[in-house]
């Protein structure tokens, strides 16, 4: 990007009071809102990709917002495309507009809008944006979809065994205690099956109101204690199996974030104030803020990532070479493609681990459930003989 390019951008006018009030930590474009759908990264990622086809076919601006407005279903993007047409009709800039609408356009999106508009090159920003967005959402679609698989089988697997325990266990201890006279002379595995099947059955409620209570106090824990929160990255990051595709997501995320935005024209420090509120894991955005003093003191970027324990060597030689070359966009967007197909890899290698052990744990518990059960009922078959 030429210099004069980034000097324009670097000129940022302040932000909109709409955009103050919501800050630079806001991360999600999904907003529900009251008596309207909710607007999706991939509905704001086609409205982008379209906008950006429109004004390609050099059609001026207000036009294209009327007709992206036209073709939306009722509810709030399109309430928002209405005031976003009024403003730009009335005078505003297209960025200036948007910024007005923090929870549909985040400080990213407008940040590249206005690059595009100082530099002449809307409709490449556009789609630049709308490939980005793209991205970001194959990435969280891709990780969801494995997730749900073995997360759905704990599911099932945990309401079939709480009913077999509340309705079906509870049902042989009068026929083991005629054998038997009584629970203690049981033997172990029986008494902890029907016992725990007893439990259950009395205080089935005290164990969803304690998962309700529990994930309310985590949940109240990261917002209100910062040391909670970055313990909770801290060990997202170094937990086995989901720790390195933890780490690859993120770095990924960051890379082509920064990447887009340099290669947008954007400078180095507001890019990074940028990234910083756009990552939701506390020790990457201390990494960030690193970098970014680092940069503000003239330094580099390689020291402070090397330093962070996130990104490997490879990454920061990588970024090293691009600072010395004046080519850091593109080697942030190389680094970005190789972590993203790193994503996919690390996605199958991990389930396809979790998928045998899921299955282990169900048959360890499923065959002591059987074992607790057949030894009296065998004890039970020679008095009968």
Known sequence: MPRKLQRKVGARRPQSPAADATGPEKKSVRAPLLGGKRVTTRMLSEFTSQLGV?????IPVTRCLHVLKGQMPPGQMS????TVVDDVEGGTSLSEAMEKHPRVFDRL?????????????????????????ENAESIKSRVRGALAYPIAIMVVAAMVLTLVFIF????????????????????????VVIGFGEHLQGFWWAWFLGVGLVYGLHRLLLAKISGYRRGRDRALIRIPLFGPLINKTLVARFSRTFGTLIQSGVPHLEALEIVEGSVANVQLTAAVRRIHSSIREGAGIAVPMGESGIFDDVVVNMVDVGEQT???????TKIADRFEIE???TVDTTFKVIEPILLVLMAVVVGFIVYALFVPLLKIMESLQ
């Open 54 to 58: 429109l004004l390609d076919a050099g």
């Open 79 to 82: 309430r928002t495309l209405a």
């Open 109 to 133: 999106y407008t940040n590249m809008v206005h690059a595009g508009e100082a530099g002449g090159v809307q409709e490449e920003i556009l789609n630049r944006l709308a490939g980005f967005m």
């Open 168 to 191: 079906v266990i509870p049902k042989f201890k009068d026929i083991f205690i005629k054998q038997y006279g009584s629970l203690d002379a049981m033997p172990w595995a029986t008494k």
């Open 326 to 332: 004046g080519e850091l966009d593109r080697m942030l």
């Open 343 to 345: 994503v996919d890899r």
